[in-house]
């Protein structure tokens, strides 16, 4: 199906001289002479580089339909991610490009979301919040909870993030996978 260019709206995804774009925003444009225009942004869903285009008002755009796939992580070897497709259980293949940053927040098991053009994996979405134990970090001193600091742990998922000082090793922490950033500690 293609988009007459005044039907687009952002979050459309849309495909423009080959590739998938997703509309990041849109400005319709009217000017006091000549034809009218839309000026838009749009995101690369390949390689994520923003992009800005023109459009004229009769121009058309084809549509990309994107499936999303629910993913099991298993294990990763020489360069690719290796999921489980939660459907039919058959063994997904993912590149590091694909990933991305988001490998130093994969863990056993964890559930990604993954979005698919024609049988290409786009690229993939951890949930916002992950719960990871901290593996190694120095220990806390008592009194350190009133203080504001922070200091270096390792998660379970081998990378390093920074914590309060009250954190110690083996506590369950809640992790922002968006940001990278400490949110709290989670009850054991």
Known sequence: MAYSINEIKNGYTVLVEGDVFMIVDFQHVKPGKGAAFVRTKLKNLRNNNIQEMTFRGEEKIEEAYIEEKKLQYQYASSGMFHFMDQENYEDV???????????K??????????????DEVLFVNLPNFVE???????????GDTAKSGTKPATIDSGTQINVPLFVNEGDVIKVDTRTGGYVERVAQ
């Not at 293949?93 to 490998?103: C, G, L, P, R, Y």
């Not at 927040?105 to 024609?118: P, S």
């Not at 990871?132 to 008592?142: F, N, Q, R, V, W």
Request: no cysteine.
């Open 93 to 103: 293949s993912i590149s590091e490009d694909s990933i991305a940053d988001k490998a």
């Open 105 to 118: 927040f994969l863990k056993d098991n964890i559930e990604v979301t993954a979005y698919y053009y024609k």
């Open 132 to 142: 990871y134990k901290i593996t190694s970090t120095e220990p806390g001193i008592k």
